[in-house]
C-alpha cells in the first residue's frame, strides 16, 4: 500500500497495513486529497469497504488513539482496559501488562525509569523465567504507572 500511495503524499496521508487516514489544514485541501488518494485506489483496482470508512471527520480512532484537531491521546476504551488489568502473578502477565503500556509511552514521562521496576522481574534468561517475583517496588510502578496514564493531559 505504501508503494502504491508513492511519495510526495505523506505530508497528508497516513497508510498503516490496510488502514488510510487522509488529513488536511482545510476543506478544500482535504476534498482534493480525498479524491487523489480515491483515485489512486481506483486505478489499483483496491475496494473499499464502506463499513469502515469515515470521511471529513475531526476526531478519529486510529492504531488505539483518538486524533482530534488539538491533540492525540489514548484512545478511552484501551485506557479503560489497561486499568482493569490486576496485578500480575506470573511473567506472561507482567509481560502483557509492560508491552499495553509501552504502546502508550510516548504520554508517560520518563516511562523507561518508571517501568524499570517491572522490566527487572520480566528480562529473566530463559533459564531464569521460573523465579519470577512481583514484590512491592513492581506494585508500586504497576500503579504509578496506571495513573500517570490518565492523568497525562
Keep these: ?31 482534493k486529497h480525498i479524491s487523489e488518494i480515491l483515485s489512486i485506489l481506483h486505478e489499483a483496482n483496491f475496494q473499499l469497504n464502506p463499513d469502515k470508512c469515515t470521511i471529513m471527520t475531526t476526531k478519529l480512532e486510529f492504531l488505539g488513539h483518538t486524533i482530534t484537531e488539538q491533540q492525540i491521546t489514548p484512545s ?34 520518563h516511562f523507561a525509569d518508571m517501568a524499570a521496576p517491572i522490566h527487572r522481574v520480566t528480562n529473566k534468561t530463559k533459564n531464569k523465567r521460573r523465579e519470577f517475583y512481583w514484590g512491592p517496588e513492581q506494585t508500586t510502578a504497576f500503579h504509578h504507572l496506571k495513573r500517570i496514564l490518565v492523568t497525562q493531559p
Design 1 to 31: 500500500m505504501n508503494n502504491l500511495i508513492g511519495n510526495g503524499r505523506w505530508d497528508y496521508v497516513l497508510v498503516y497495513l490496510d488502514d488510510i487516514v487522509i488529513f488536511s489544514k482545510s476543506r478544500d485541501d482535504h476534498l
Design 76 to 109: 478511552q476504551d484501551r485506557i479503560q482496559a489497561i486499568l482493569n488489568i490486576e496485578e500480575p502473578r506470573t511473567l506472561k502477565q507482567a509481560n502483557r501488562f509492560i508491552g499495553k503500556m509501552n504502546w502508550y509511552r510516548k504520554f508517560i514521562p
